[in-house]
């Protein structure tokens, strides 16, 4: 069973950064498909951003393109979601999860992941 804490959110300001991180446990050689997503309260979970295990390929939701980059390590099970020039619609909780399987196609699908943290809030204001 992979384990998945997810920190770093917090309250900003219109405009302001964040970076979020997901960090796996246990340590091991495997690396899987990386996915961000967001729930607001009352909505469904959406998707946010992927990465691929070895880091190179690389997906967005439209609404966050130009303005949100997924990171991941190569040595460490880190992975990162550097938020820039936030606005209030990307108020939500953002969870980190992992999948076993890389698919190109499935990658923005939240029933495709296997494991997901617990949730870190992301609060925008104005």
């Known amino acids: 069973q992979v384990h998945l804490v997810d920190s770093g959110g917090g309250l900003v300001q219109s405009g302001d950064s964040l970076r979020l991180s997901c960090v796996q446990s246990?340590?091991?050689?495997?690396?899987?498909?990386l996915g961000w997503f967001r729930q607001a309260p009352g909505k469904e979970r959406e998707f946010v951003a992927a990465?691929?295990?070895?880091?190179?390929?690389?997906y967005y939701a439209d609404v966050v393109k130009g303005r949100f980059t997924i990171s991941r390590e190569s040595a460490k099970p880190t992975a990162y979601l550097q938020m820039n020039s936030l606005e209030t619609e990307d108020t939500a909780v953002y969870y980190c999860?992992?999948?076993?399987?890389?698919?190109?196609?499935?990658?923005?699908?939240?029933?495709?992941?296997?494991?997901w943290g617990q949730g870190t809030q992301v609060t925008v204001s104005s």
């Open positions: 246990p340590n091991t050689k495997t690396r899987y498909t």
């Open positions: 990465v691929s295990p070895g880091g190179g390929l690389k």
């Open positions: 999860a992992a999948d076993a399987t890389f698919d190109p196609d499935l990658v923005r699908s939240r029933d495709e992941y296997d494991f």
